[in-house]
């Protein structure tokens, strides 16, 4: 079992940045792959990066490529998503995740198990 802390988000102005962070708190929680997703009224939740448990491999969604960065430090079992050049497409309900295969990188909501509550986070233009 993971649960999942997420810090709070906040209101930024186009072209800034923000900095989430998401604590897990579980035994193995260390071993999991993270990842973070958002999503927008009316929209689906989408991809938005994920990193392997070690963090040896990363992988983002083309929107974000370039403009965030995610990272990890497991020995404070803790994610986190720089978010830079912001945009106000950028708004969204973020969500950080935990998917039990270490490696596999998944960018399918469905293929984690263990969700975040959620921080907003919106740009303005």
């Known amino acids: 079992q993971v649960q999942l802390v997420e810090s709070r988000g906040g209101v930024v102005q186009a072209g800034g940045s923000l900095r989430l962070s998401c604590k897990a708190f579980g035994r193995t929680a260390s071993r999991y792959a993270l990842g973070w997703f958002r999503q927008a009224p009316g929209k689906e939740r989408e991809f938005v990066a994920t990193?392997?448990?070690?963090?040896?491999?990363?992988h983002y969604a083309d929107s974000v490529k370039g403009r965030f960065t995610i990272s990890r430090d497991n020995d404070q079992n803790t994610v986190y998503l720089q978010m830079d050049s912001l945009k106000p497409e950028d708004t969204a309900a973020y969500y950080c995740?935990?998917?039990?295969?270490?490696?596999?990188?998944?960018?399918?909501?469905?293929?984690?198990?263990?969700w975040g509550q959620g921080t907003q986070d919106t740009v303005s233009s």
């Open positions: 990193i392997s448990w070690r963090g040896e491999t990363t």
């Open positions: 995740a935990a998917d039990r295969f270490p490696f596999r990188n998944g960018i399918n909501y469905r293929e984690y198990d263990y």
